[in-house]
């Protein structure tokens, strides 16, 4: 993302006086941030890629037009701080510090610094969902709203972590839609309320069976656009669970239903198998079975 080239190139647009847009001798895009390196200068100049203190080029993520715009939004001393959140994710939660991520976090950063700064305030309804589905996410989103006050000295609404939380979960998950990691968050709090009421008992969702349980599920979803899950799994799985444990896998095909309304299509054998599989095992773990 950050990258430590020099050398010649021209510049395709001056955003403000902290970013540029230059254009390579390949034809290539880099982003240019530093302060004061856009003053007096024009597009069509040469400029020295060495001035800037921080340089991006595009990963696949977003343009290099896109990663521009969002810059210069930002004051850099947000630019700079997103960058340590950013480092912070990758040593707490093993996420690479890609422009998919970067990006959605700082685009988030300045509007909450900007709310905060005029009292508005937000409604947060999955911060009880996310708190208990992803834990370490939640931590650290909490770790990054004290790390906003100490740094910029701004206040945001308490609630704010679940935004940061989320976009760390979106992240894991290499989904551009932020839209389907919430969907993915609503639908695992309805299995949840669905698998306590059928099975008649409180599922603990900070216990490690719980925390097993919901690992399975994200990987469901994070394979619903491809050839769904591994085709080690056979299909008589279901058949196996509905005669040791036929309650279990009534509520696998009821979850089932709930994955597939989310994802808008039917879940496939294999991907009912694979639900029948971990939802057998919490349910014996939960119900003693």
């Known amino acids: 993302m950050d990258v430590s080239r020099g050398g010649p190139a021209t510049i395709k647009r001056v955003y403000n006086n902290n970013v540029l847009l230059a254009e390579l001798g390949d034809g290539s895009e880099m982003v240019l941030v530093g302060k004061g390196i856009g003053f007096n200068h024009k597009a069509g100049q040469p400029v020295d890629l060495a001035i800037a203190d921080q340089r ?36 707490e939660l093993k996420l690479e510090p ?78 551009a839609d932020f839209s389907k990691t919430v969907s993915m968050t609503e639908t695992i709090a309805k299995v949840f309320t669905l698998l306590s009421v059928r099975w008649d008992t409180n599922i603990d969702e900070n216990g490690l069976s719980a925390a097993r349980f919901v690992t399975h599920l994200r990987y469901l979803f994070a394979r619903s656009g491809e050839a ?40 496939g054998d294999d991907e009912v198998s694979y639900l029948a599989l971990h939802t057998s095992r919490l349910y014996v773990e939960m119900t003693g079975a």
Not at 69 to 82: F, N, R, T
Not at 103 to 117: E, S
Not at 152 to 170: K, M, R, S, T, Y
Request: net charge negative.
């Open 56 to 91: 991006f080029v595009p990963d696949g993520s977003y343009a290099a037009s896109h990663v521009a715009g969002v810059l210069s939004d930002a004051p850099l001393e947000q630019i700079e701080l997103v960058q340590e959140i950013l480092a912070m994710a990758q040593a």
């Open 98 to 175: 890609r422009q998919s991520l970067m990006v959605p976090v700082l685009d988030h950063l300045v509007f909450a610094v900007q709310r905060a700064r005029d009292g508005i305030k937000v409604d947060f309804p999955l911060r009880w969902e996310v708190a208990q589905l992803y834990p370490a996410e939640g931590k650290l989103g909490r770790r990054v709203v004290e790390l906003i006050a100490q740094k910029l000295g701004v206040q945001l609404q308490d609630e704010e972590w679940v935004a940061f939380a989320l976009h760390f979960v979106n992240q894991q998950w290499g989904k």
């Open 228 to 267: 769904a899950v591994p085709t080690t799994i056979k299909l008589d799985v279901l058949a196996s669970v509905r005669q040791a444990y036929p309650d279990a896998a009534e509520a696998a095909l009821e979850v089932a239903k709930l994955i597939g309304l989310a994802l808008k299509r039917e879940l």
